[in-house]
């Protein structure tokens, strides 16, 4: 490769590696700010298992097309990617990072390689095309550490666009209504803000999660709050079926109803199903009246793109690799690219089994010394390898998890799924309440004043499932069903909500409220009853009978529940009674635990 085609640049950076990768190996956000235009890539499964990607586009007015594959790299360490050009002014289109622990600071290598072809790829080179893209690089690598440092406000230089016309008068009287509900909570202005200032990598599948952690609010806060303008025509909401590998969404609906049971991720080329606990995300976008977001992709595979993969090399057939490796522990799992055998595995951080890839899929191999990891291709064909980690996406929002929220049951009470359709979920909380003796309390009061002793009840507890990110299902007579994504937040809700009776009661003196309360948690069905989003199954029943077990003023949870690793610290030193029960519809007795009444208020 000729002088004038590549160049390396070294810059010595304050702030250490692990402070410097998220930002300067987001690929996506670094090509948005430096206006690299997005492309488009077709995606064309391959007999052996693989998928040839070909991506296009138009940069400065050429048309170009490349093979997009797949970036390599090494977590906290480097990336690398090479891009054959088919279409343009280079055959070859080369970058590459490293970052070095230097003392306190990083030793940051940045690569870019460039092979001129035909008139005009010379005359670029000539001109010092390959400078002026050293001068962006460095440009843009002391703004994402003075980012990481802490004083810059945001990773790179970046120029919001140009807004439609009328946008942000649109979003100010957006901004007035959502805060004339319960769910703008002051957040509104600094929502419409984000987006129409944000870079678009973050709009363009708004995670409420991610966007709580930067604002350093209750997550529960900017769920409601993206709720909210989703109804007001600020946001749009947008369900999302992931694939298990990637993690992209690979099918985006905009109501339940109309979610596939199963969908073909082309970029792994393997089919996958919908799990409402697991893979099902609710995403947001701006509307397009207050910022348009454009389809295409800023880049597909870079390491940001899926940051559950840690490792990801491409190794020749027969080739050995050994790179320096330091990763948290925590599960893993070690698979190629392609579809095959996978390793599921706990890693202690510093020791590393060997990674051996062939035909079949992924190996395990001898570890070798701590802090590096080896790498074998044993295939007759360069195989790409990678380490991932098996925790799911940490800031997505699953349907299941809002679903299980009061906020979304009294915005979207239409959202449904289809008629004939369940969803499984794997882990949801029911909580029963019903009231003690209520029959006499109609006798003794008249059905009238009951009534209206029963429905400010209801106003009670439906005020604590909503702090504890509950849902209220249903009410049936007297009794109360709600569902929680959290064992946790279940349980503190019911505890609560015998406290806030106590104090009901006491404020309003004549009659006193007794109520009976149960829970257990399990696998259940999502599923439509009478128009309305419903649980149904074994977890159901069981928290039904548990409530039937309680003596009123306490609170009754099923061993099962208790184990749970949250409710077990929770409930940690509190004073429980163990029982068991014959109960109805189950063959054998049912263990469960008791929260006397006297012992909750205690704690109050």
Avoid at 100 to 113: K, L, Q, S, V
Avoid at 198 to 210: K, S
Avoid at 436 to 447: N, P
Avoid at 569 to 588: C, H, N, Q, S
Wanted: with cysteine; proline share 6%.
């Amino acid at each position: 490769m000729s002088a004038l085609s590549r160049r390396t640049w070294v810059w010595n950076l304050p702030q250490p590696p692990a402070a410097l990768w998220p930002i300067l190996s987001d690929t996506a956000r670094f090509n948005e700010a430096a206006a690299v235009p997005k492309y488009q890539v077709v995606e064309t499964p391959q007999s052996d298992g693989s998928v040839h990607r070909i991506a296009h586009a138009k940069v400065a007015g050429m048309a170009m097309e490349w093979e997009e594959g797949p970036y390599q790299w090494v977590y906290q360490r480097r990336f690398r990617h090479d891009c054959k050009v088919l279409k343009g002014p280079f055959s070859a289109l080369n970058v590459a990072l490293d970052l070095e622990p230097d003392g306190a600071g990083t030793r940051a290598t940045y690569t870019f390689e460039a092979v001129p072809k035909g008139l005009v790829g010379h005359l670029l080179a000539r001109v010092g095309f390959v400078n002026r893209f050293g001068a962006l690089i460095e440009r843009m690598t002391r703004a994402a550490a003075d980012y990481a440092g802490g004083s810059a406000e945001q990773p790179f230089p970046y120029m919001p666009p140009e807004l439609p016309k009328g946008a942000a008068e649109r979003a100010a009287a957006m901004v007035a209504e959502i805060e004339k509900t319960p769910y703008g909570h002051g957040l509104a202005r600094r929502l419409a803000d984000y987006l129409m200032k944000a870079q678009e990598v973050d709009l363009m599948r708004l995670r409420p999660r991610r966007l709580a952690a930067l604002w350093g609010v209750p997550p529960r806060h900017v769920i409601e709050l993206c709720l909210e303008a989703s109804r007001s025509g600020l946001l749009k909401l947008m369900w999302s079926l992931l694939c298990p590998r990637c993690r992209g969404a690979k099918s985006i609906v905009a109501a339940l109803d109309q979610l596939p049971v199963g969908v073909h991720c082309p970029s792994c080329n393997i089919d996958f199903g919908a799990n409402f606990s697991r893979n099902v995300e609710i995403n947001f976008q701006p509307t397009p009246v207050v910022r348009a977001v454009a389809l295409g992709e800023y880049c597909m595979s870079g390491p940001r793109t899926t940051p559950h993969v840690v490792v990801q090399q491409t190794l020749g057939p027969g080739e050995t690799r050994v790179v320096s490796l330091a990763i948290p522990a925590g599960a893993y799992r070690y698979r190629t690219i392609d579809p095959g055998a996978v390793v599921d595995l706990d890693l202690d951080g510093t020791l590393f089994p060997a990674l051996h890839a062939d035909a079949t899929g992924a190996l395990r191999g001898g570890t070798g010394e701590a802090g590096t990891l080896t790498l074998v291709n044993a295939d007759t064909r360069p195989r790409t390898m990678l380490i991932e980690s098996r925790a799911w996406v940490a800031d997505a929002l699953t349907a299941h998890q809002v679903t299980s929220m009061q906020a979304f049951r009294d915005l979207f009470s239409a959202e449904v799924l289809r008629a004939d359709e369940n969803l499984a979920i794997d882990n949801v909380t029911v909580l029963f309440t019903d009231i003690e003796g209520s029959t006499a309390l109609y006798e003794r009061l008249g059905d009238s004043p009951a009534y209206k002793l029963v429905r400010e009840h209801f106003a009670v507890l439906g005020e604590v499932v909503r702090e504890h990110d509950g849902a209220l299902v249903k009410t049936i007579g007297d009794a109360v069903m709600a569902a929680f994504a959290d064992p946790a937040q279940a349980v503190r809700a019911a505890l609560a909500m015998q406290r806030r009776v106590a104090r009901f009661n006491r404020e309003n003196g004549a009659e006193e409220l007794i109520i009976r309360m149960g829970l257990h948690g399990g696998a259940c069905l999502a599923v439509t009853s009478n128009d309305r989003f419903d649980y149904f199954g074994h977890t159901v029943n069981l928290a039904a009978r548990m409530q039937g077990q309680s003596g009123g003023g306490d609170v009754v949870i099923s061993e099962a529940l208790a184990g749970d690793p949250e409710v077990a610290r929770l409930i940690a030193g509190k004073p429980t009674i163990r029982e068991a029960a014959p109960l109805k519809g189950f063959d054998t007795p049912i263990p469960y635990r008791r929260l006397r009444h006297a012992d909750i208020l205690a704690e109050a």
